[in-house]
């Protein structure tokens, strides 16, 4: 079976940084664009940050020039570098794979950033 493991979350200061973790395993992972979501109190969730299996990446308007996606194909595992944090992004954050092929999805369980002073 597909599971999505993410890590890094926690509480930092606004202006801080915080690095999320998501290793996949069950799937052919250089098969997937992988992602990162994200779902604050009361609101949809949204896109932050998509890498594509060969590195091509897409961003937010909301976290260009903040956040930075990448993946390491060798080790299934792609990562969130966020820097310049702002309590706007306080969110559960999720780890996506989309296999471009079929559309199908897989989520993660979700980590929690809160960015307060």
């Known amino acids: 079976q597909v599971k999505l493991v993410e890590s890094g979350g926690g509480l930092v200061q606004p202006g801080g940084s915080l690095r999320l973790s998501c290793a996949a395993s069950?799937?052919?992972?250089?098969?997937?664009?992988m992602g990162w979501y994200r779902q604050a109190p009361g609101k949809q969730r949204e896109l932050v940050a998509t890498v594509s299996g060969g590195g091509s990446t897409n961003y937010a308007d909301s976290v260009k020039g903040r956040f930075t996606v990448s993946r390491d194909n060798a080790k299934n595992t792609v990562f969130l570098q966020m820097n310049s944090l702002t309590p706007e992004d306080t969110a559960v954050y999720y780890c996506?794979?989309?296999?471009?092929?079929?559309?199908?999805?897989?989520w993660g369980q979700g980590t929690q950033v809160t960015v307060s002073s």
């Open positions: 996506n794979a989309w296999r471009v092929i079929s559309g199908t999805t897989y």
């Open positions: 069950g799937m052919i992972f250089s098969m997937h664009r």
